[in-house]
């Protein structure tokens, strides 16, 4: 049985020495392939470097993180390019988008923070447009404001992942009648997020995508702990009993529409590239 982490962060581990133990267990637990997914200029190099030493087993992504969307971010939104042009290019653009929960409370420092957010989010769409890029949306608190940006920056909907996906049923409709799609995290296993487990259900297994968020957002049974790539079989064991589905069709499903969205080839059943 093989895992896609759609979505995870690598820097920390690799900055406390203990990335390699990470990998073991991932690999261990079925977890054959993972996204690092990138948030400033400070991971982008490193995620590089790793999905070339990992080859087929991590990809990784660029851009701007609305939370580091910061002064001279336009210099910083300059530097996808030559990722994309490089010999290791991403497999996205992102994680990118709106934060609205974590803004001062100064109002106009609020809004001014939120002015840039936005400016830095449809640079940034613009780029994956034109590169016909799968793209990683974060939004907090700004679920309209996010879309209302994409539908102007020409981005295909279909290229279109709202992560960690956290609204309500009315918002991922609105999302997959577009062409869009939601990744789901540990939060759906938590006791009081029923709306979100009737969100996914509203979606379909059939467009099921699951991360784990590492190192951030563990899943019941380890909630509290530091989250890894090895804890998303967690998620998809919980979900297999909630929709009563077989977990083997769970891991499938979410293996393939992963590979499928991030442009990759794949044979499920070894979790290798076709033509290997």
């Known amino acids: 049985m093989n ?19 990470i990998l073991r267990r991932a690999e261990e637990n079925g977890v054959s392939r993972m996204t690092a997914v990138g948030t400033s200029n400070d991971d982008w190099e490193i995620y590089k470097n790793l999905s070339e030493q990992y080859r087929d087993k991590i990809f990784y992504s660029v851009g701007l993180h609305p939370c580091y969307v910061n ?8 530097k996808i390019e030559f990722y994309l042009g490089s010999g290791s290019p ?14 001062p409370k100064n109002h106009n420092e609020a809004l001014s923070i939120i002015k840039n957010q936005k400016i830095a989010f449809l640079e940034q769409l613009k780029i994956a447009a034109q590169y016909n890029l799968p793209t990683i949306v974060h939004s907090r608190n700004a679920f309209s404001d996010c879309i209302a940006i994409i539908e102007q920056s020409g981005l295909p909907w279909e290229k ?7 609204e309500g049923v009315k918002e991922i409709k609105e999302l997959n009648d577009r062409g869009g799609y ?14 979100l487990r009737e969100a996914l259900k509203g979606q379909g297994i059939a467009k099921l995508i ?20 090895s804890y998303l079989p967690f998620i998809g064991e919980f979900l297999s009993g909630y929709l009563e589905v077989p977990l083997e069709e769970i891991a499938q499903q979410s293996y393939c529409n992963a590979s499928k969205f991030y442009g990759l080839e794949f044979d ?7 033509g290997e």
């Open 182 to 195: 939601a990744s789901f995290t540990g939060i759906i296993t938590f006791k009081n997020n029923e709306f």
């Open 90 to 103: 991403p497999v996205a653009l992102g994680e990118i988008g709106l934060d609205y929960f974590h803004l």
């Open 71 to 78: 002064e001279g971010y336009e210099s910083v939104i300059e």
């Open 160 to 166: 279109v992942l709202f992560h960690c996906f956290s």
């Open 268 to 274: 499920y059943f070894d979790g290798k590239q076709s």
């Open 210 to 229: 699951l991360e784990t968020d590492s190192p951030y957002l563990a899943p019941e049974p380890k909630r509290g702990k530091e989250n890894e790539p």
């Open 3 to 21: 895992w896609f982490d759609s979505h995870c962060h690598l820097k920390g581990f690799k900055n406390k020495g203990n990335l390699e133990e």
